[in-house]
T-cell receptor
């Protein structure tokens, strides 16, 4: 079983839709949960990170972590064509978790159609 | 622009050859991470350096090596190249060793023919 699982999609939605992206994981030592956005032919760009369980909101983006279910989500409200990109989840145990290396999901390709 | 620079942008070389990829971290960042991104494997962590010393190792092949210099730039050396090494190679940096806030460079696209 892979440490981090992410449906690679692709996902196509109309402009203005609410988008839900998800990852599951198996390593209970993960404490930090990140979402990266990667445009075609560019490096990944950090969108948000969350420590432990809970929600975090930043503009149209909301990240949720449910450690009991080992499940994380990213919601995008009022999606825009400029949100079209590949979204990667990433996780780390952090120094307390014994491993600081990031483990990435494979990425979900999102297209928002005008 | 993340502030992380990588050179070259593209590299085309033949099997069996050796190449060096270069990364300059953001100003003030002490930690550099190297990743390989391929279509089938996704983004794979290779190795981390912190202030000149190796800090963590991931799925890095023995044919690959890296170092971080006193000015904090880093180089990834890939030798005895195989077709399967064709991929995007990214470096990322962070201020401390906290891996959760990494800033990625634009990547080097390596094509092995």
């Amino acid at each position: 079983q892979k440490e981090v699982e992410q449906d690679p999609g692709p996902l196509s939605v109309p402009e203005g839709a609410i988008v839900s992206l998800n990852c599951t994981y198996s390593n209970s030592a993960f404490q930090y949960f990140m979402w990266y956005r990667q445009y075609s032919r560019k490096g990944p760009e950090l969108l948000m990170y969350t420590y432990s369980s809970g929600n975090k909101e930043d503009g149209r983006f909301t990240a949720q972590v449910d450690k009991s279910s080992k499940y994380i989500s990213l919601f995008i409200r009022d999606s825009q064509p400029s949100d079209s990109a590949t979204y990667l989840c990433a996780m780390s145990g952090g120094p307390q978790g014994g491993s600081e290396k990031l483990v990435f999901g494979k990425g979900m390709k999102l297209t928002v159609n005008p | 622009d993340s502030g992380v620079t990588q050179t070259p942008k593209h590299l085309i070389t033949a099997t069996g050859q050796r190449v060096t990829l270069r990364c300059s971290p953001r100003s003030g960042d002490l930690s550099v991470y190297w990743y390989q991104q391929s279509l089938d494997q996704g983004l794979q962590f290779l190795i981390q350096y912190y202030n000149g010393e190796e800090r963590a190792k991931g799925n890095i092949l023995e044919r690959f090596s890296a170092q971080q210099f006193p000015d904090l730039h880093s180089e990834l050396n890939l030798s005895s190249l195989e077709l399967g090494d064709s991929a995007l190679y990214f470096c990322a940096s962070t201020r401390s060793g906290n891996s959760y806030e990494q800033y990625f460079g634009p990547g080097t696209r390596l094509t092995v023919t």
